[in-house]
């Protein structure tokens, strides 16, 4: 799995915790966890075509999200960064095998194929049950001043 | 995940129905599955070091299963092939952001992390509840005819 996927979870939870109505740039959300502002804002590009965020253009623009956190799992942002497919990815070698079809779809009928989906589908579920308001609730009991202190440097990160 | 899965997977099976006490090289198996033979190689290398396999040298050498199929969990294999890391691998760019620090580990305070940790861990629990016995099992009932054309397929193979 990608960096870009600890990068998106942060941000959508940074950008929860920004003043109410302010969007951010990727440059500054960059700025804040010191990572390269461009590659994030390819994954932030990637929340908004998953409409998990939007963003705005011009001297006040930036990022915002586009739902509530309840609204967003973590599957969703796994989803949006990695995409759809599995990370097991049959390639149904089974084709050039004895008694191999090249028009069976092994997807289907390989019990290999089948029993890592049955794998997968165990994790996409614990993915489906998270979501960003779960992690976000658990932080701010955790961590009680995280939300001030992100409020606070996103407003004092000077605006690039 | 890489397609060495797949293939790892799969030569196991195919081993466990090769004629008692016969080793296979891995051009055979890779004739067997039309796969590129030193990559494979590679995969089944991997399958030794973590005794899943046997490999012996000679004119009769080849891999062999180093165990029942009963002893071996699909999460086993993956292991071997994909190292035991986690798929999302948790950098800690909390590190950098404010009040983030240099000494904390991350994996174990971070609330994103641990989110992702558990889905991961649902993951992990399916692929070891399932060995490759059980796959084999299910592939001989619902594809009676395997076993046999596997084991005339192995033995008529010409010996690369």
Not at 38 to 60: C, D, M
Not at 68 to 74: G, M, S, V, W
Not at 87 to 108: H, M, N, V
Request: aromatic share 6%; glycine share 6%; net charge positive.
């Amino acid at each position: 799995m990608s960096e870009g996927v600890e990068w998106a979870l942060h941000s959508c939870l940074t950008l929860s915790w920004a003043e109410p109505g302010q969007a951010v740039t990727a440059t500054k959300l960059a700025a804040f966890y010191d990572l390269p502002a461009a590659y994030l804002n390819k994954q932030l590009q990637a929340l908004v075509r998953a409409e998990i965020l939007t963003s705005t253009s011009g001297p006040r623009g930036g990022f915002r999200l586009a739902r509530d956190l309840k609204q967003i799992t973590l599957m969703d942002v796994v989803a949006a960064i990695e995409g759809p497919q599995d990370a097991f990815r049959c390639q149904g070698i089974l084709r050039a095998a004895p008694g191999g079809d090249p028009e069976t779809d092994y997807l289907k009928t390989c019990v290999v194929s089948q029993a890592m989906a049955r794998a997968e589908l165990a994790w996409r579920r614990e993915l489906a049950a998270q979501t960003l308001a779960d992690i976000r609730d658990t932080v701010e009991s955790r961590f009680p001043r995280t939300p001030e202190s992100t409020r606070h440097r996103l407003t004092n990160l000077r605006r690039p």
